[in-house]
């Protein structure tokens, strides 16, 4: 059976910065496309970024870009975000996907086969 199983969420002041982990279990997703994506209360999940299997290719929201970094360490099976500059706005669960896909630059959810349950981020102001 395929987890997903994120770490790393909590509470943080605005400016400061989290770094969240997801680790695979089951299988290994280290030659297919992950990503990140959030989720605010009362809000539809929407994308954060994507890595592709061999990290020659990552992708951000608008939103995000130039304050958070995907990264991944195949030999781990892990994948990692790292947010800096956090802002209340994105407070919100984060969920780790993963793509059976080997294609790069997966935006929609539903290019996503395996989920995790998610972990909260709080940024207070």
């Known amino acids: 059976q395929v987890q997903l199983v994120e770490s790393g969420g909590g509470l943080v002041q605005a400016g400061g910065s989290l770094r969240l982990s997801c680790a695979p279990s089951?299988?290994?997703?280290?030659?297919?496309?992950m990503g990140w994506f959030r989720q605010a209360p009362g809000k539809a999940r929407e994308f954060v970024a994507t890595?592709?299997?061999?990290?020659?290719?990552?992708l951000y929201a608008d939103s995000v870009k130039g304050r958070f970094t995907i990264s991944r360490d195949n030999a781990k099976n892990t994948v990692y975000l790292q947010m800096n500059s956090l802002k209340p706005e994105d407070t919100a669960v984060y969920y780790c996907?993963?793509?059976?896909?080997?294609?790069?630059?997966?935006?929609?959810?539903?290019?996503?086969?395996?989920w995790g349950q998610g972990t909260q981020v709080t940024v207070s102001s």
């Open positions: 996907a993963a793509s059976a896909r080997s294609q790069a630059r997966l935006v929609l959810t539903g290019a996503y086969d395996y």
């Open positions: 089951g299988r290994t997703f280290s030659g297919t496309t």
């Open positions: 890595i592709s299997g061999s990290s020659s290719s990552a």
